[in-house]
């Protein structure tokens, strides 16, 4: 997959993440006062949810290219190399979510509600909300969406194991972890669609390291 192809995939996530949080919710809907000629609004409603499979095309897409970029360390890839490597991406990755973090931490004193209200008053949530890490803790959030930056940085500190594994095991690696993904978060529904994206996650990584015909 080269920077073109990666773009459109990430233009059509982009259109069904759109889609999704304008139509999921009934609620939403009749408050707007929608109205619907071409399809019934439980089949707009229905397809706004299957959109959500736009969350694992970019956990898909972020594995992968983060994967190729690793993969060019020279090899035997050394510690200071690899510290380096997840440090820019770290911050990278968190100097936008934190200019997002800020802004709308001051802008709740007016438009919404007390920040401090929401964290409790507690200085620990503020630290684990400031550095994306509230989904990981179940702590209070400013935003219910912030939880996929807690994957992402997860998935970037997992990413040299998984992708040495993958180099060394081939794909008896991807087995292994599809097999122990079935495990994480136990039953409940909402911790474990925090998982799902390792599913599309992992296999990204697996043809990144191990790329065969046509990959």
């Known amino acids: 997959m080269d920077q073109r192809e990666s773009t459109k995939v990430k233009g059509l996530a982009v259109l069904l993440l759109l889609f999704h949080h304008l139509f999921y919710s009934a609620t939403r809907m009749e408050e707007n006062q929608m109205v619907f000629y071409l399809l019934p609004e439980q089949v707009v409603q229905n397809a706004a949810l299957a959109a959500r499979v736009c969350v694992w095309m970019f956990a898909f897409l972020s594995a992968f290219g983060l994967t190729r970029k690793y993969m060019e360390l020279a090899s035997p890839r050394q510690a200071g190399e690899i510290g380096t490597f997840l440090r820019r991406r770290w911050i990278s990755l968190m100097k936008p979510y934190w200019f997002v973090f800020v802004l709308l931490f001051l802008a709740s004193f007016i438009l919404f509600q007390n920040p401090l209200e929401v964290y409790q008053r507690n200085p620990v949530y503020i630290f684990l909300g400031f550095f994306a890490l509230s989904d990981l803790f179940g702590t209070p959030t400013l935003c219910g969406i912030w939880w996929y ?15 040495e594994l993958c180099h060394k095991f081939g794909w008896s690696t991807l087995i292994l972890g599809y097999l122990s993904i079935q495990y994480l978060g136990g039953r409940d529904p909402v911790t474990l669609r925090r998982h799902l994206p390792w599913l599309f996650a992992c296999d990204p990584v697996g043809c990144a390291v191990r790329p065969g015909p046509g990959l």
Do not use: K
Not at 149 to 163: D, H, K
């Open 149 to 163: 930056m807690c994957f992402a940085q997860i998935l970037l500190f997992f990413l040299p194991v998984c992708a």
